[in-house]
């Protein structure tokens, strides 16, 4: 007898986000941040959490590519938006005044 995690949050009171209306908005989000130079955190698993700085360079139906300059050598790294909405990724856009925006998560 298995429940489903909808289902569960709601006997908790615990809000319920559509994945892919989520997903999608968080994509929206993105579209606008092309070329814009980000910050992302990444957590990749046993406590290893990176940081790095970068350029948004394109978005894909499922996937957007950040484009690294480490070291003086060009890097691509991808995400999906899943990886926003759990925020297995966390990213900030710099603003016009060199403050940070963070973009839409499951907690924004």
């Not at 300059?69 to 991808?78: A, F, I, L, P, Y």
Request: proline share 2%; net charge positive; hydrophobic share 35%.
């Amino acid at each position: 007898m298995g429940y489903a995690l909808k289902d569960i949050l709601n006997k908790e009171g615990g809000n319920v986000i559509s994945s892919p209306r989520a997903i999608s908005e968080i994509k929206k989000d993105l579209e606008s941040f092309v070329g814009s130079r980000i910050r992302l955190k990444a957590n990749r698993g046993r406590n290893r959490i990176i940081e790095k700085e970068g350029v948004l360079e394109s978005i894909y139906p499922n996937i957007f590519v950040v484009k690294l300059n480490e070291r003086k050598v060009d890097r691509r790294v991808s995400y999906t938006y899943a990886d926003v909405l759990t925020e297995t990724v966390e990213l900030f856009v710099y603003g016009t005044k060199n403050e940070e925006i963070k973009i839409a998560s499951a907690n924004n």
